[in-house]
């Protein structure tokens, strides 16, 4: 009489050997298919294994890798790297609700972000990475798009890559995603003076040395625009041309360099350098000179003790404001400084098991200051409510890797007369 279950475990053996060599990664399964666990087990123990071992690989060649981070990008934003062949599918999403603990303010709640990364690994050296995002339930952006080819002889020291991209400025703008992150909101520092996201067209190179302890890029891409209409001088937000039909006849340079010092220790750098983009409505012309700025960017980030700390310092800086202030508001107080200039601190603890749990539950500080007036020229008077501050206290809880619920408490202080306000937020972030 035939023994249908040994039949059965051996087209289920056939099956996961075709399949395995289409992948490079493995669950823990696949190691107890070669051990003395697997051998002992019973008919159905065994068929039990290579049935959820056989889903994890078909799961795989669907949707892409592992999550972790790779060539600088966020954990999900890295499953294409991490994957043999075909197509990746990851994302992320945020959610909150911000409460001011005083004065007359509207309360908001916000579907704030849905993201779907669809990457295509076409062989071992050519790759295709996409975001797609949605922001406030109801607008819709192309956060990059980008083509890398890695050749093999170069043996990751060298890659090239092409497309809208992300720019390789301070911790961030990469490094997005809301579990990689404390706080409800991204550093404010990483939001109006590097105005997280960054992304415009363009080429460029990458890779890691040393032993992959220094990583660096340097892409070539198309310059920030000129705001043009009413803008004031607190923030560079507006200066992103984002990739969609901006004007071109000015480029930039961005360059950056991570040193893993040790696992426990980085040390970053990265600037910007390019003339800003006429735009159409302003009196400056393409034949005109422009406004410039330069960047810098300098950050140290890492773990003492089980205490997790991060350290980050940028400015801008302006050449010819006055010719991009002409093209602005008229107010002397609310133009561009020559120097914006910003820092922020933040420390955190895992006190998860301290509390007789293994979720990752981590009290955090974060201290921010921001002058948008640090200096100014003739064409501008220096205005004390652009020197800002952010203090924030809040925990962040992961239950899973890939879920993260924030809570926190800012205070913001300025010069203004309404300028001291505490806002409670609560959020919740995910990644997949």
Known sequence: MIDFKKVRVLLLVVFALLVVPCSNSFSKESAD???????????????????????TLRNQELYGGEIGSVKGFGPAASKVYNTSRGLAIGGY????????????NYDKSDAYRGV????????????????????????????????????????????????????PMGIVNEM??????????RPWVENKLIPTTSRENGIGIYGSLMDDKVEYKWYYVNSWQNPAAAKKGAGMRDFRGKGGETVSNEFANVAHILVHLNEYADVGFSIYDG???????????????????????GWVKGEISSYEYTFLYHENRFSSVSRLNSTLTSNLHEKFGTKQKGYYYSVAKDVGSMIGTDWYVAPFYRYENLNFHDEVDSSAFTNSDYDTQYYTFGLTVKPIYNVALKMDVTRYTDK?????????????????
Do not use: C
């Not at 800003?276 to 960017?297: A, E, F, H, Q, Y």
């Open 33 to 55: 298919l070669n051990s003395s666990s697997f051998s002992s087990a019973s008919t159905d123990e065994k068929i039990s294994i290579l049935a959820e071992e056989i889903e």
């Open 93 to 104: 999403g945020e959610i909150y609700n911000k409460s001011y603990l005083a004065g007359d």
């Open 116 to 167: 779907i990364y669809i990457g295509y690994k076409f062989d071992d050296e050519w790759s295709l990475n996409t975001e797609l995002e949605f922001e406030h339930v109801k607008e819709s952006y192309l956060e990059f798009a980008y083509i890398d080819y890695d050749p093999k002889k170069f043996d990751g020291k060298l890659g090239f890559r092409a497309g809208l991209l992300l720019l």
């Open 176 to 185: 997005h995603e809301p579990t990689t992150f404390h706080g409800v909101f």
């Open 275 to 297: 003339e800003i983009n006429p735009k159409s409505g302003t009196s400056v012309t393409v034949n005109d000179s422009n406004s410039s700025v330069r960047m810098l960017t």
């Open 416 to 432: 203004a007369e309404n300028g001291d306000s505490r806002i409670l937020s609560l959020g919740l972030g995910y990644i997949f």
